[in-house]
C-alpha cells in the first residue's frame, strides 16, 4: 500500500463502506480473553457479533479483572467487546434455550470457550446447534482441546504456556522460569480460532457446507514454536532460555549501550559486514570466531560483550542512529507508556482510537492492526453493557396488525 492510498488511510470512525464482514451473524457464547478476541476481530470487520452472557453476572471479566470502577465495567472487557450487542440468557432455562434458538434462526457462525462439556450441558454444543442449523460454522476454543489426556483441564494462559514450551525457553539462561510478557496462549488461540473460521466461512459460501472447528490455547503455543520445535528436531535437545537472544542467529538481541538498552537484529552476512562497519569493528568481520552466523553464536558472549564494550560510552540514541544510518536494524526499548501517549508512528497509524462509551465517556482502546484499503475496520459500537440488546434481539415480534 503506498502513502497515497487514500482509501486505506480513510478515518476509520468515519469510513463510510460496509465492513468486510458485514452480513454476517455471530452468536457469541465466549468470554474471558481468547473467544473474545476471535469474536471482536469479526466484530471490527463488520460482523454482527451478539454476545450471549450469563445474566446477573456477565463475562467474568466485566467484574473480576484489572481494576474495574465499583459497579462498572472493567477496561479489560472494553477492551475486548468492542463493536458487538449483548444479550443475557440462562442456558440452563427452558426460556434461555428458546432466546438462544432465536439468535441461531439467523446465524452465521457460533463461537465458544467454555471448559470441554460445558457447552453440551447447556444444549447449545455443536451437535445441538447443527440440528437446527445444518449449515452452521461452529467454533470451538478451549485450554487443551476437546479430546486428549488433558482435554477436562480447565485453561489460561499461564497454564498453557507453561505445558507447551514457552515458560521454558522465556527469560535469562540463569534465571528462574519466566512467562512470555504477552499472553500468546489466549491470544494466539483467538487468532487462530479466527483464521480456522474465515476458512470454514469461505467454504461455506462456496458449498453451503458449514462445520466443526476447534483450536486451543495449548495448540497455539506449541504451534509458535517454529524455531523452538526446529531446533529440537534437528539437534534432539532441548532449547534452552537464552534472554533476549535469537536460537538462530547472532547478532539478534538487545544490548547495553551508555544511557539504556536497544534491539540489534544484524541476521545475516551482510548487515553483519555493515553493522562492523558502522561502529569502527571492522576488525570483527575479519575474525575468524565471527566469521559465519554459525560462528557467531558459537561465541555469542565474546560477541555481545565486544558490541557493548564499544557502545559503553554512546547513547541509545546515537547508536541506533548510527545503525540506522547504515541500513542495520535497530530499535530503542519502548514502553506502553510512551508509544500509546506519544510516538508520532502509534498515532499516525492509528493504533489508539476513541470512543464514547455511555458510562465511562471517551474511552480509548487499541486500533486495528490490519488496514483493508476497501472496507477498513472501525468502531461502529461501544462494548455492550450488560443484556443492552435484550428488548432488540430476545422480545417476541409486534403482533402484525390486522
Ligand atoms: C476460562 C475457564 C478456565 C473458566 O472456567 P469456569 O469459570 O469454570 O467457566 P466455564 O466457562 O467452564 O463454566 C462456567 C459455568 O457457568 C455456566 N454458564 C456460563 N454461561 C452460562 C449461561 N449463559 N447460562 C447458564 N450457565 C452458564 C456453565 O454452565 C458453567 O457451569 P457448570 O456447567 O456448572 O460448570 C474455562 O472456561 C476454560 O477452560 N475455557 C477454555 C479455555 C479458555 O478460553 N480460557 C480462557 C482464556 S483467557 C486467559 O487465559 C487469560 O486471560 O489469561
Redesign the pocket.
Known amino acids: 500500500m503506498t502513502p497515497t492510498d487514500t482509501t486505506a488511510r480513510t478515518d476509520a470512525r468515519t469510513a463510510p463502506r460496509p465492513g468486510a464482514l458485514d452480513g454476517v451473524r455471530v452468536v457469541d457464547l465466549t468470554?474471558?480473553?481468547?473467544?473474545p478476541f476471535a469474536t471482536m476481530l469479526l466484530a471490527d470487520l463488520g460482523a454482527d457479533v451478539i454476545k450471549?452472557?450469563?445474566p446477573g453476572s456477565g463475562d467474568?471479566t466485566r467484574v473480576s479483572w484489572g481494576y474495574p470502577p465499583p459497579g462498572r465495567d472493567s477496561p479489560a472487557f472494553h477492551a475486548l467487546n468492542r463493536n458487538k450487542r449483548s444479550v443475557t440468557?440462562?442456558?440452563?432455562s427452558e426460556q434461555?434455550k428458546s432466546g438462544f434458538r432465536r439468535l441461531l434462526a439467523d446465524a452465521d457462525i457460533v463461537v465458544e470457550?467454555?471448559?470441554p462439556g460445558?457447552a453440551a450441558?447447556?444444549g447449545v454444543d455443536y451437535d445441538s446447534v447443527r440440528a437446527i442449523k445444518p449449515d452452521i460454522v461452529y467454533a470451538s476454543?478451549?485450554?487443551f482441546g476437546q479430546y486428549g489426556p488433558y482435554a477436562e483441564r480447565?485453561?489460561?494462559?499461564?497454564i498453557a504456556q507453561g505445558m507447551a514450551g514457552a515458560i521454558s525457553i522465556t527469560g535469562d539462561p540463569d534465571g528462574a522460569p519466566v512467562k512470555c510478557g504477552l499472553?500468546v496462549?489466549?491470544l494466539g488461540?483467538g487468532l487462530f480460532c479466527l483464521y480456522g473460521i474465515l476458512g470454514a466461512h469461505i467454504h461455506r459460501l462456496r458449498t453451503g457446507e458449514g462445520q466443526y472447528l476447534e483450536t486451543s490455547?495449548y495448540e497455539a503455543v506449541l504451534a509458535l514454536s517454529v524455531w523452538e520445535s526446529t531446533e529440537f528436531f534437528s539437534t534432539a535437545k532441548a532449547p534452552e532460555r537464552l534472554g533476549s537472544a535469537n536460537r538462530m542467529s547472532a547478532p539478534y538481541q538487545v544490548v547495553r549501550a551508555a544511557d539504556g538498552h536497544l534491539t540489534i537484529a544484524a541476521n545475516n552476512q551482510r548487515l553483519w559486514q555493515r553493522l562492523c562497519q558502522a561502529l569502527g569493528l571492522e576488525h570483527l568481520a575479519g575474525d575468524e570466531r565471527f566469521a559465519t552466523n554459525m560462528a557467531r553464536m558459537e561465541h555469542r558472549p565474546e560477541l555481545i560483550a565486544l558490541i557493548e564494550g564499544r557502545l559503553a560510552a554512546t547513547t541509545v540514541e546515537e547508536a541506533v542512529n548510527l545503525l540506522l544510518d547504515a541500513g542495520v536494524p535497530a530499535g530503542p526499548i519502548l514502553d506502553y507508556a510512551h508509544i500509546l501517549a506519544h510516538d508520532p508512528h502509534a498515532k499516525v497509524r492509528a493504533m489508539v482510537e476513541e470512543y464514547e462509551h455511555p458510562v465511562e465517556g471517551p474511552t480509548r482502546v487499541l486500533g486495528f492492526p490490519v488496514k483493508l484499503g476497501r472496507t477498513p475496520a472501525r468502531i461502529r459500537r461501544h462494548p455492550p453493557l450488560l443484556g443492552e440488546h435484550n428488548a432488540e434481539l430476545l422480545m417476541p415480534a409486534p403482533a402484525e396488525p390486522r
Open positions: 468470554q474471558v480473553m481468547a473467544g450471549v452472557e450469563q467474568q440468557l440462562d442456558l440452563g434461555g470457550n467454555f471448559r460445558v450441558r447447556l476454543v478451549s485450554g480447565p485453561g489460561y494462559d499461564l499472553p496462549g489466549d488461540a490455547l
